[in-house]
């Protein structure tokens, strides 16, 4: 169980920002509506359900909605009462995308992974968004049938996933701070110790051999081996402490996962692992 705070991520922010003349909070607020929406909200959202995701208040929330829907930003269906994620979103997403040149240098070492280690493995590059990582870019074996359906826009948690947990390790302490207190305030403190453990684990692994490894952390069947790379292309999103994280998933029940030195098809010189996957 998640443990309720009384405050909602959107109040907590403003409250960071407090003071902040240049900080616009209805820009803010009008964001957070569109952060609400999931992929799998094929129905769409109305006004109350968005109100609970954001915790503004319902009024705030039908301003917001009506502006972003005369703007084109969502989409009204008069027959269920909901509103979707209009086209000019895509356009916004398409433009960051664009903006990341690392996908394009990354991607065929990523596909050449996959073929490699096969069905069932996913090759990821991943940045933060907030307390989830959003895949940037995806790669899976081109003859595979099993393997996580995860694409590029999919989000995973922060805390639980080896890409976010790599993620922590990578940032300034500052950061690291941060993002800690927030993830302890939005767990059940019957859960935190297990979690935070978790999360330094990572940390260690990280400084003693340059990647980390989760067997099962995040989902049982799901393995993991994940490496902390910032871009050296400069197209990272706009704060410095956003890093690129590639993460290698094996979600077929019978794998293990062998760490192979020497070898350019990872993300950074500096931590030259491959990641093999074969059958136990």
């Known amino acids: ?3 309720r705070t009384t405050e909602s991520t959107a109040e907590l922010i403003e409250k960071e920002h407090e003071g902040d003349r240049q900080f616009v ?4 607020r009008g964001l957070e509506i569109l952060r609400a929406f999931k992929p799998d909200d094929a129905s769409g959202l109305g006004n109350r ?3 609970e995701r954001t915790g503004l208040p319902n009024s705030t929330v039908s301003r917001l909605t009506y502006t972003l829907l005369k703007l084109g930003y969502l989409v009204y269906d008069d027959g269920t009462g909901r509103y979707r994620m209009g086209v000019p979103v895509l ?4 433009a960051c995308l664009g903006g990341l040149r690392i996908r394009e240098t990354v991607q065929p070492h990523m596909q050449r992974v996959a073929d490699e280690c096969g069905d069932g493995v996913l090759v990821a590059l991943g940045g933060r968004d907030d307390m989830k990582m959003t895949y940037i870019a995806a790669a899976r074996a081109s003859a595979g049938m099993i393997s996580l359906q995860l694409n590029v826009g999919s989000r995973i948690s922060l ?7 790599a993620y922590i390790a990578g940032t300034d302490e500052h950061e690291r701070a941060q993002i800690m207190q927030r993830v302890e305030e939005r767990t059940d403190p019957a859960d935190w110790p297990e979690l935070r453990d978790g999360i330094e684990d990572a940390a260690a692994q990280i400084k003693e051999r340059g990647f980390y490894v989760s067997i099962g952390k995040w989902q049982t069947d799901v393995h993991a081996v994940s490496v902390p790379y910032r871009s050296m292309h400069g197209d990272t999103p706009s704060w410095p402490s956003i890093w690129v994280v590639p993460d290698t998933c094996c979600r077929v029940n019978g794998w293990k996962m062998n760490l192979a030195p020497n070898s350019s ?5 500096s931590r030259e692992s491959a990641v093999k996957a074969s059958r136990n």
């Open 265 to 269: 098809r990872c993300a950074t010189p």
């Open 25 to 28: 909070t209805a820009l803010h």
């Open 1 to 3: 169980m998640r443990k």
């Open 159 to 165: 805390a639980r996933s080896a890409m976010g947990r």
């Open 49 to 51: 359900e968005l109100a």
């Open 91 to 94: 356009g916004l997403g398409y």
